[in-house]
């Protein structure tokens, strides 16, 4: 039975201490565990930090909800057997390339393949081990069907993802979501949820971080505007599943790379009302305040950085979320687009829709690119015949493109999976071939 309601209502705002109640009087008053709760609901507390982490950082809800998250049977190895995950990235698990690596768009599997979202993650690479909460990875989804009556909970990390194919529905224990392409959502560590696909067949893009959150990147000397303006960021409002017939549930943990599955009579998604800072968001990358050169040169891709986790090194990422949004672009005596570079962090790239600004073909929606450490890169030779001999009067860049980022402090390796896949591009070095020898002495 669903409870009444508009299901897709969300509550504004970033970081906010939220509350949510889909009946009426069902957070306790003045207290976060009475002893018993209103309509004989049981409190449960779920933790985003350590007890004892600052205020400022301090990150947990309370959820009032018809059984406890014990209810469930035993853990077992998961029920499906093998999965496309990788948890800790060592030699073993694992290559290193300081190879450029572009893959052709992946393979989305055909309507009827039964494929949902938990068994189409695959992980393309990563660095460090959940299990010591230091690394991240990177995952891509592509699936056809929609998860029955099955939930999955990472204990792993947050999960920041981007769909590229298709809408997802998402059920989470905070309400539901509706994830259209050119919108991300962020769904942290130990939150069940269950992804539908209103539109068959899709595919996407999944950053995972294995410490820390996502937060909004400091504005310093741009001021208190612009960017990922919080208020833009939407958080699902409480609904709730009442199972009154048995119905056959799985809850699938990811722990440590590994996926476990536990059988449940009961819906997971039967949370009455919640309140606190910790609790999944979405967010439309077409609400992002672009800034950039009003006059010349071309400014770092920090300032498109919509979301970041932090690492304990001021200004040094674990993982920063950025997009290449269109824009207006205005920089006069200047070569505009991305500049060639080896950068001491890695950048994974993926591509949503259009074409981006550094390559004029190979860089496809759904496809990739990864840049780790130090991986020289920069505009294909294409690009750069343009950038040089263009009239540079004001104009638009990337209309109907959307790119994106996940750049990070930490050396990714590939999963052998993405190392050998057949859409691997290994040709992606002749991106840069054809690009003249202009230097002349005699010239200035
Ligand atoms: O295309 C890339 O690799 C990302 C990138 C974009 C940009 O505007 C400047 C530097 C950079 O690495
Ligand atoms: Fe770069």
Redesign the pocket.
Known sequence: MLADGDPYRYQSGFGNHFSSEALEGALPAGQNTPQVCPYGLYAEQLSGTAFTVGRSGNQRSWLYRIRPSTMHGPVEPYSRGAHGLTGAFDARSSVATPAQIRWLPFPVPDEGSGVDFVDGMRTLGGAGDPALKNGMAVHIYAAAASMARRALSNADGDLLIVPQQGRLDIATEFGPLMVAPNEIVVIQRGMRFSVGLPDGPSRGYILEVFDGHFELPDLGPIGANGLANPRDFQTPTARYELTTTGDAWEIVSKYQGELFSARQDHSPFDVVAWHGNYAPFKYNLADFAVVGSVSFD?I??SIFTVLTCKSAHPGTAVADFVIFPPRFEVQMHTFRP??F?R?CMS?F?GLICGEYE?KKGGFQPGGASL?STMAP?GPDAKTVEHAVSRALAPGRVADGTQAF?FESMFQLRLTPWAAEHTQRDRDYYKAWEAIPVTFDPARK
Do not use: G, T
Request: hydrophobic share 25%; aromatic share 8%; glycine share 0%.
């Open positions: 071309h770092d891709p991305p500049y570079h950068n950048e790239m550094a840049h890169h980022m």
